[in-house]
């Protein structure tokens, strides 16, 4: 893999997904699981955009929460923008205080530790064009009250939910009120997703979870009441439980969230420490489990000193929103929206932008 091949994707992560600019205060935090050449790459480019970087390294660590410690939290607070290339500071404590109290904005990287994620057709793609599926998505779903996920493995799981509660990846979002703290705007895009849902009840089969990876057999969750119930299904359920026993209120249902982008290649299930790219591939969806208080969701005063949040991933499934379906089959239902089909049309032919493979 050449640097070359991915110059492209590269540019269009800095400059028009981060839109990094002259004078900003730039830094890249990686974790040691991040292609080097990448990250230096990613650096230069935001130093060829007139930004002033620093590269900084920390551990790789499969925990969001753990963020990069106390000299990252520091550089933060001082940062315009952090390009990261980790999962270890998204939902911490020093990263959310540096994004509400201090302005930093985020923007995250997928798949920070495969050097051909910026190589794949969509990392170049249209980021107006991302934004666009994205502004009809949550015109969608909060134009409704209430989310069912269904899939052939057995999964039928509805919930209830506040219309305001959902949300994408804020950032660079223009049709939406920017909300710094609430999302890591994960390039490439794109992603909707309610946090947290109300009233949960019904049974998910998950191909995958964060945790445990992708199991000899489905992972059978049971919920009622918007909380988890039950755990079953062979060995990767039974680690799962291993994670979760003990745990204050980790059975709390914290999140609907699916994937958006029509180009996002079949990424792995098995992605560590979570499958971060497959969420953002059209029709998957993650339903997690958890008792932490990220972003505008505080659902426990206390969490008994750990915090957790669990993403299970269901592939192909079918998902309504009131009744109507915007995934049916791991097929999203409205990219023939005209608006969408307008700003495809500016960068090409949009029956070959908007099909799904």
């Not at 205060?25 to 040691?32: C, H």
Request: charged content about 25%; aromatic content about 8%; glycine content about 10%.
């Amino acid at each position: 893999m050449r640097a070359t091949d991915r110059a492209l994707g590269i540019r269009n992560y800095v400059a028009n997904w981060a839109e990094v600019s002259e004078g900003e205060e730039v830094v890249v935090v990686a974790d040691s699981y991040a292609d080097e050449d990448v990250v230096n790459e990613v650096a230069a480019e935001a130093r060829s955009q007139g930004a002033n970087v620093v590269v900084t390294w920390i551990d790789f660590n499969p925990i969001q929460a753990q963020g990069g410690g106390p000299i990252i939290d520091e550089a933060l607070k001082s940062a315009d923008k952090m390009l990261r290339m980790t999962f270890a500071t998204s939902h911490d404590r020093g990263t959310q205080k540096a994004i509400m109290e201090h302005g930093l904005e985020m923007y995250s990287v997928a798949n920070p530790h495969d050097p051909e994620f910026f190589a794949q057709e969509a990392a170049a793609y249209p980021v107006d064009l991302v934004l666009e599926i994205e502004k009809k998505a949550l015109e969608i779903t909060r134009g409704g009250s209430e989310i069912r996920v269904t899939c052939d493995k057995g999964t039928d799981v509805t919930a209830t939910y506040n219309p305001e509660d959902w949300g994408g990846d804020f950032g660079t979002v223009p049709a939406d009120e920017k909300r710094p703290g609430t999302y890591p705007a994960t390039f490439p895009g794109a992603i909707a997703g309610v946090l947290p849902p109300q009233e949960t009840n019904g049974v998910v089969y998950y191909d995958a979870f964060s945790g445990v990876g992708v199991g000899d057999e489905p992972i059978k969750l049971t919920f009622e009441d918007n909380y988890c119930t039950n755990i079953e299904g062979g060995r990767a359920a039974d680690e799962l439980s291993d994670i979760v026993e003990g745990v204050p209120n980790v059975g709390f249902c914290e999140e609907f969230m699916f994937g958006l982008h029509p180009k996002v290649r079949d990424a792995p299930l098995d992605q560590k420490p979570i499958p971060n790219e497959a969420e953002r591939r059209y029709g998957n969806i993650h339903i997690a489990i958890g008792n932490m208080r990220c972003f505008s969701m505080y659902p426990f005063e206390e969490t008994g000193g750990t915090e957790l949040h669990l993403d299970g991933f269901v592939l192909d499934p079918t998902i309504e929103i009131d009744g109507e379906p915007v995934v049916a089959d791991g097929k999203l239902t409205f990219l023939d929206d005209p608006d969408i089909r307008e700003v495809a049309a500016e960068h090409g032919d949009p029956d070959k932008l908007l099909k799904q493979k």
